[in-house]
Structure formats: C-alpha cells, structure tokens
C-alpha cells in the first residue's frame, strides 16, 4: 500500500545564487611506513551538519602502538576555512579522548577537498575505538569490517496503534530547486544549485525505490518480530495480519529566476496548476546571480541572510536584528557581503524605510 502526500509545503525564502572559485592544493607531508591496515569499503562517513564532510579510508596499525587514519575532507556550504587534523580526537575503549601525535597535511589547502591523515599513539586495543575529526562532527565508530550483507534502511517508521499490527513508513527529504527555464512544464525542469541533483530523478528515485523498502523482507520481517513480541503469537500469524502504509514527505522551496526588479514582479507561477504532486499551499520564491543583484534589489528595502539551520522556521519579528539570523541589511551592506560568499545563499526582503518598521517577513 503506497499513499503520497503532497510535495512541498508551506514557507517561502527568496535565493541569489553564487558559486566562486578557489586555487590550486598543496603538496601533503609524508606518512610513516604501514604494518596492519584496515580498509573501510565503503569509507566511514562523518560530517559537520552540511558544511564540511569527512570520508574515513583506512587505519593502520604501526610500531610503538601507533595508530593512523587516513580520511578525506571535502566541503560543503562553510565559507570557513577547512579544519586541520590537529583537534582530531580518538577514545580507546571508552576511556577519555585524546589528541594526535602528529597529522597531515599542516597547511590549509585552497581547494574543496583535503586528503590527509593523523596519527594517534597509545592505541593497543581494536575494540571500542571512536573518531572524531574535529569539534561538531559526528564520530564514527573503527570497527574491522567483515562480509555484510546491506538490506536497505528506512527513514522513519511509526506504530501508532501497537493493538494493532499497522505501521507507517515514512521517507522524508527537504529540497530546494531552481526553476531552470523560464515556463516549466515537469518535475525536471527544477534543478539544485548543485545542477546535477534535479528534481525529478529525486523524486523518481523515492518513488521507486525508497518508498518500496518499507516492503522488503528484512523490513517485514523486523516489524513483525514486534508484533510477536506485543501480541504473543508466532511469526507467522505476526506477518499475515502485518500492514505496512508508505508515506512521502517531502519538504523544501521552490524558486523562479528573475532579472528584474523585486516590486515590479507579478505573482508567483501556479506551478501546482499544471505539475502533478505539487501542494497547493507551495509559496515561490526567486533567484538571481551575483551579477542581477543591482537589477533585481530595490533600493528601499532591508534584507535578512538566513542560517542554514533555520531554512524552514517562520520568520516574525521587529525592529532591524533577527533572534535567528542577525542584522538585517541595506542593499549596499548586502552586495557588500556578497563579495565574500562562496556558494548560493537564501535571502529575505525585511521592512521597508529607513527606520525599519515591522516587515511582513522579518
């Protein structure tokens, strides 16, 4: 049983979108001799929520109890400078977490993607060992990697009547997309500020396959080892009355290019008039380059930069600074900070005036 909802709810966030360029990477320092290595296919997966990401490769054992990880860090959307391996942490059996010996490379690279590795020393043990590249990423977990068989996972799955054997598979995702011609007419005419993540290989994608994994065996047989242990009756009996109901939520925005003046633009296109699955509820905002600021932001109003973290929360509030996301911003003080930016950001008109009375978003 498959039962969708519709895409795209409610919120609405205006876009410029920037992409800027950086230089050449520096040459890596060089790393000791191997003794025991542990590869990891795939590589172990760390992030820091969507700005920098980090894939753990290998670690190897050397002399003196030494222990040494080699990973690769690429970024995502920080405009930060990449973290070094110098406040990379490593707990061994459970005990206190300790920094490295030594790491590689020392100097920040100016490209999108640092290899690299760090040493630690003091590890005797292969159980219980925790890695951590630096402060806010996620820690992965060291363990030999024996033949395993991968059955697929889910997002959520929910039992809200546990009297009976009915359970909600929900797959969720929250996606921004860019209208990438002027009338569109599919699911594919909106593409991501990453061009290659379009919309409609997304949502094929969850429709055909993400959604079908709450109906594999593995699943099935999961949730009804569940329904065994509430009910006391055996797997058998557990897997006839078993009803699994698929669910899609899909969250997000989605955005109209325009070169024109923000307050000479008409209404928002009814996208969901001619595209099957769209939400009537959907709000539009729109995009820009870089280089269309000066054509497409008024000069009388004030804008917000949203954080990343706060994307889909409503946006109320007075006066000229955002409990959220800070000060609001002139257009000069905007097109200023925009020289700075190193990929898209999302963009709110706030009040208007000089003395910045209450906005309708802000």
């Not at 009537?280 to 820009?288: A, R």
Request: net charge neutral.
């Amino acid at each position: 049983m498959v039962k969708v909802t519709n895409l795209f709810q409610q919120g609405l966030f205006h876009c410029a979108y920037l992409v800027t360029r950086l230089g050449p990477q520096r040459r890596e320092l060089r790393s000791p001799p191997a003794a025991l290595t542990l590869p990891f296919k795939p590589p172990l997966k760390s992030s820091k929520d969507v700005d920098f990401f980090c894939n753990v490769r290998r670690a190897t054992f050397l002399q003196g109890r030494q222990l040494r990880i080699d990973f690769q860090l690429k970024r995502g959307k920080s405009k930060d400078d990449m973290p070094l391996a110098d406040i990379a942490t490593l707990r061994v059996d459970s005990r206190a977490a300790s920094g490295p010996m030594c790491f590689s490379p020392q100097l920040r690279p100016d490209s999108e993607v640092m290899d690299g590795h760090v040493i630690f020393e003091n590890v005797d043990t292969w159980n219980d060992l925790e890695f951590t590249y630096a402060p806010g990423f996620s820690s992965v977990q060291l363990m030999q990697q024996r033949n395993r068989e991968v059955q697929g996972e889910v997002d959520y799955v929910l039992w809200p009547e546990p009297s009976t054997a009915r359970f909600v598979h929900i797959e969720a995702a929250v996606k921004f997309y860019l209208a990438a011609k002027e009338q569109v007419a599919n699911w594919d005419d909106f593409i991501a500020p990453n061009p290659i993540d379009i919309l409609g290989v997304k949502l094929r994608r969850m429709l055909t396959h993400q959604l079908r994994m709450g109906d594999t065996p593995h699943i099935q047989q999961l949730l009804a080892s569940q329904v065994t242990q509430q009910h006391g009756i055996d797997m058998a009996q557990s897997l006839e009355r078993l009803e699994i109901v698929n669910w899609l939520w899909m969250n997000g925005r989605l955005f109209f290019h325009s070169a024109g003046m923000l307050n000479q633009l008409g209404g928002a296109p009814a996208w969901h008039e001619r595209i099957d699955m769209l939400s009537p509820d959907l709000e539009v905002g729109w995009w820009c380059f870089f280089h269309e600021l000066d054509a497409v932001l008024p000069d009388g109003l004030f804008y917000l930069i949203l954080k990343k973290p706060y994307w889909l929360s409503p946006l109320k509030g007075t006066g000229r600074r955002h409990v959220d996301h800070g000060q609001l911003k002139s257009k000069q003080q905007l097109r200023e900070d925009a020289r700075s930016w190193r990929s898209f950001q999302y963009v709110v008109t706030g009040p208007e005036g000089p003395k910045g009375s209450e906005g309708e978003r802000c």
